[in-house]
């Protein structure tokens, strides 16, 4: 008895290539999600660590943060620049500690230097509007409604369009995702910058945006800047 044997056809080659083509887009989207669910927690750690510092610091300056004295009063350097090298200065955490997981920057290795956006991911409290209820919580308060470390926004074409470190929209359009850590060292990742509800002292806001100069304000750069230009 003979038996013949059928080989590969063209369709037959063409089904298998695109099959494992499938497999490897399908394994390249799961890889690319763990590797973006593996930063989460690392960034979440980072911002606890950061806040911590912060509560830290305080416990030598009458509950105060960085950038205010012992009586409430802005003092020296109120820049994000100048309140992470207050933190780098006394050893709270090092360089890398202030660098997203997200993103390749410079670590800072040498005290006395003042750090660049060059240097670090954050977003700190907007502190240059001292009639602002929000300067209220830029003091140890356990206050789990006021946001004081964020991920930054960064700029997106054209103005008011803005993206995170997470995100990749389109150009001119706004999408930002990012992580944000509360005065009771709690963090969350948001999928939104503008939907929080938020209180400041004795101010409360719904549906809070936190790059605007109204309620939470996270600044990335000096003393006012709050939208990275991403130049």
Do not use: C
């Not at 207050?86 to 800072?108: C, H, R, V």
């Not at 929080?196 to 809070?208: N, P």
Request: net charge negative.
């Amino acid at each position: 008895m003979s038996y013949r044997i059928r080989g590969f056809s063209l369709v037959d080659s063409l089904v298998v290539l695109v099959v494992v083509m499938i497999g490897i887009a399908l394994s390249m989207v799961v890889m690319k999600h763990q590797r973006r669910e593996h930063r989460h927690p690392r960034q979440s750690s980072q911002l606890r660590g950061i806040h911590s510092a912060l509560v830290l610091f305080s416990q030598g300056n009458n509950t105060y943060y960085p950038g205010f004295n012992t009586l409430g009063k802005t003092d020296g350097d109120i820049t994000v620049e100048g309140r992470f090298k207050a933190l780098l200065d006394d050893n709270y955490f090092t360089g890398e500690y202030i660098i997203s997981p997200s993103e390749t920057k410079t670590a800072l290795t040498q005290m006395g230097v003042m750090p660049t956006t060059a240097n670090y991911s954050y977003a700190l409290l907007n502190l240059a509007d001292e009639s602002s209820p929000r300067m209220a919580e830029w003091r140890d308060t356990s206050n789990s409604e006021s946001v004081v470390v964020s991920d930054r926004a960064i700029t997106n074409g054209k103005e008011g369009a803005i993206r995170s470190v997470h995100t990749n929209p389109r150009k001119d359009q706004t999408q930002w995702h990012g992580e944000v850590a509360y005065n009771d060292n709690h963090v969350t990742f948001e999928a939104t910058h503008d939907r929080l509800d938020t209180q400041y002292g004795d101010a409360s806001f719904v549906h809070d945006n936190l790059f605007d100069t109204q309620g939470a304000s996270l600044i990335y750069s000096g003393n006012d800047k709050i939208i990275d230009p991403g130049k």
